[in-house]
């Protein structure tokens, strides 16, 4: 079996086949290509060597390049992911904690803490008062103390609850900031700078790295400006999909 070396169409790169195959498949890009030419054959004892070293070694680093790309997005998709919806979070839960601080420190000063008592007097007073002249003194009084006792007690399980739901917000907002820093430790020694901001989500991170994976796309800008053009075609479906729903409705009503 004899061995000549020629240049893959698509990337340039030198391959060695055997001379009596058609066709060809490139070992860096992927390629397939028929053999119909003649002088494409070139032996690579004709070519200088050091040549086609340089050709084969420009072809492999290319590949290389690539699957090193994929391999650095792939590794950093989820973390980057789990980062992106986790901020939203942080930022939503810590706001909540801040109110509920706010109402459990209105609760500990001295008239928060007066405030039970306070309402107990005001409702107690009220129905006492306005109590119905037809009971005796002792229903009225009852029936006064009663109403400021529950009064009393709504007061006391709002304050409760607002220290209740302060600590259930704490221990949420540890636990969502234990999540984000597992996940920043995890990017450590990778360059999340290769993947621009705007596409540092799941959906998108996951089209590139298949984009890179599949060898549809070489370069990282050429895997943003496939999603970009998939996003596009996209929102282009989507409404000539409600055009043609819009139409049906107007053609059924026609009918009707």
């Not at 090193?68 to 909540?96: F, Y």
């Not at 109110?99 to 928060?112: A, E, H, I, L, M």
């Not at 996209?234 to 107007?250: F, G, M, S």
Request: one cysteine or more; hydrophobic letters at 40%.
């Amino acid at each position: 079996m004899k061995l000549v070396t020629l240049s893959c169409p698509k990337c340039n790169a030198q391959l060695q086949v055997n001379e009596d195959l058609t066709h060809a498949i490139c070992n860096y890009c992927g390629y397939h290509f028929l053999i119909d030419d003649e002088s494409q054959k070139v032996d690579v004892r004709v070519k200088n060597a050091r040549e086609v070293g340089r050709e084969l070694e420009y072809g492999r680093r290319s590949a290389g390049s690539n699957q090193e790309l994929a391999n650095e997005v792939g590794a950093m998709m989820e973390p980057l992911a789990k980062i992106s919806e986790l901020s939203p979070q942080i930022d939503r839960v810590t706001k909540v904690v801040e109110v509920y601080k706010k109402k459990t420190k209105n609760d500990k000063s001295t008239f928060g803490k007066l405030l039970p008592w306070i309402w107990f007097a005001g409702v107690f007073v009220l129905f006492l008062v306005g109590g119905s002249a037809d009971g005796s003194i002792m229903e009225m009084i009852l029936t006064a103390l009663f109403m400021g006792l529950t009064a009393a007690g709504i007061t006391y399980i709002v304050q409760y609850s607002h220290k209740s739901s302060l600590k259930g917000s704490m221990n949420n907002l540890t636990r969502l900031t234990k999540e984000m820093e597992a996940n920043q430790q995890a990017l450590r020694g990778h360059d999340i700078e290769i993947i621009p901001p705007d596409y540092r989500n799941r959906v998108a991170m996951s089209f590139i790295h298949n984009a890179l994976i599949n060898q549809r796309a070489m370069t990282m800008q050429e895997a943003v400006n496939l999603y970009e053009d998939d996003l596009h075609k996209n929102r282009l479906e989507a409404i000539e999909a409600e055009k043609l729903k819009q139409l049906n409705q107007i053609n059924r009503s026609v009918r009707k």
